[in-house]
Antibody, heavy 120, light 107 residues
Framework: EVQLVQSGAEVKKPGESLRISCKTSGYNFTNSWINWVRQMPGKGLEWMGRIDPGDSFTTYSPSFQGHVTISTDKSISTAYLHLSSLKPSDTAMFYC?????????????WGQGTLVIVSS | DIQMTQSPSTLSASVGDRVTITCRASQSISSSLAWYQQKPGKAPKLLIYKASSLQSGVPSRFSGNGSGTEFTLTISSLQPDDFATYYCQQYNSYPYSFGQGTKLEIK
């Protein structure tokens, strides 16, 4: 069974940085892209970017470029989302999601989500 | 960037009803469209991919249709478990984008 398990909820202060992990299992990690999606409180889904774990090539949404970094550690089949210079407006739920095939495709499955609260 | 617009934003229906949600793309996305169901406090769940392919394990009362710029998700006979928020997503080109969501409520 393919599973994506994310790290736990975080409470951060403005200006701090954060790394969220997404540990995968049940498939060959380097054969599928990992995407990251943001959901602000009470709002819809926003695609942030994706990474190809095979070659670490990344693509970011212009809305998030420069504010987030996506990386992987192939040795432990884990993807990461790095957020820097956090603001209260970064408070959101963040999801990782696997693209089952290489190239443009849908997301399945999704991680359970990581809630990030940024507050002074 | 491709904008995805869902209608309606909210839909009130009863168990047993047939409902249809529409998703329109601002430019052609061929059949590169997925539908997801999200329940409160849970991650989205894939229902439909390639506009009309039913994900394994998803009940057959869910169906998707369309290509180009106009797409629909139909639930043939609503069950209590179906009351949730539904999102369409285009994956034809970057940046990927989602519709704003359709909340399906019990009438």
């Amino acid at each position: 069974e393919v599973q994506l398990v994310q790290s736990g909820a975080e409470v951060k202060k403005p200006g701090e940085s954060l790394r969220i992990s997404c540990k995968t299992s049940g498939y060959n990690f380097t054969n599928s892209w990992i995407n990251w999606v943001r959901q602000m409180p009470g709002k819809g889904l926003e695609w942030m970017g994706r990474i190809d774990p095979g070659d670490s090539f990344t693509t970011y949404s212009p809305s998030f470029q420069g504010h987030v970094t996506i990386s992987t550690d192939k040795s432990i089949s884990t993807a990461y989302l790095h957020l820097s210079s956090l603001k209260p407006s970064d408070t959101a739920m963040f999801y990782c999601a696997r693209g089952p095939l290489t190239g443009h495709n849908w997301f399945d499955p999704w991680g359970q989500g990581t809630l990030v609260i940024v507050s002074s | 960037d491709i904008q995805m617009t869902q209608s309606p934003s909210t839909l009130s229906a009863s168990v047993g009803d047939r409902v249809t949600i529409t998703c329109r793309a601002s430019q052609s996305i061929s059949s590169s469209l997925a539908w997801y169901q999200q329940k409160p406090g849970k991650a989205p769940k894939l229902l439909i991919y390639k506009a009309s392919s039913l994900q394994s394990g998803v009940p057959s009362r869910f169906s998707g249709n369309g290509s180009g710029t106009e797409f629909t998700l139909t639930i043939s006979s609503l069950q209590p478990d179906d009351f949730a928020t539904y999102y369409c997503q285009q994956y034809n080109s970057y940046p990927y984008s989602f519709g704003q969501g359709t909340k399906l409520e019990i009438k």
